[in-house]
């Protein structure tokens, strides 16, 4: 399955339910344009690209059900509903298990910033930070603070630097 098949199997996937919104598209395709750009950048091979893409692509996968089931998105919410979905999502794929098993374990870590095990791992969290800090118009401090403390890609601080004003 390639990253275009796998982008266009969630579209329909959602489709299927009427909590998704439209913003839930918009941000997963924005999150995915960031952690390509950033992978590409930072040189990742191809496996661990993928691995990275098909991440980002599916890390907000629980989003419409936490809405349903919890009335929120709050992010633990979607790290522990989006474990299951993930898990059966991707079943449904040619995706080899071990890169099935490393997506799954990032969408279920994609809002826990300790113990990063992996460029995959930290390049989706600093593509989703640059999302929604537009998204949710984060303060010039709340930039600061996550520039000096979450990014570490040179990549990844340039955007940073470039869309909002991260000063090193």
Known sequence: MTIAELMEKL????????????????????????????????????????????????????CPLCRRKYGNTEGKHQEEEGLILAEKFLAETDIPEDIQARVVYLVSHHHTYTNVDGMDYQILLEADYLVNADESDYSKENIQNTGDKIFKTDSGLRLLTALYGYEK
């Open 11 to 62: 579209i329909a996937y959602t489709a299927e339910d009427s909590n998704v919104i439209h913003h839930d598209v918009n941000h997963f395709m924005k999150v995915w344009g960031f952690a390509r750009t950033i992978g590409m950048e930072e040189g990742l091979d191809e496996k661990t690209q993928f691995t990275l893409e098909a991440a980002a692509i599916l890390h907000d996968i629980a």
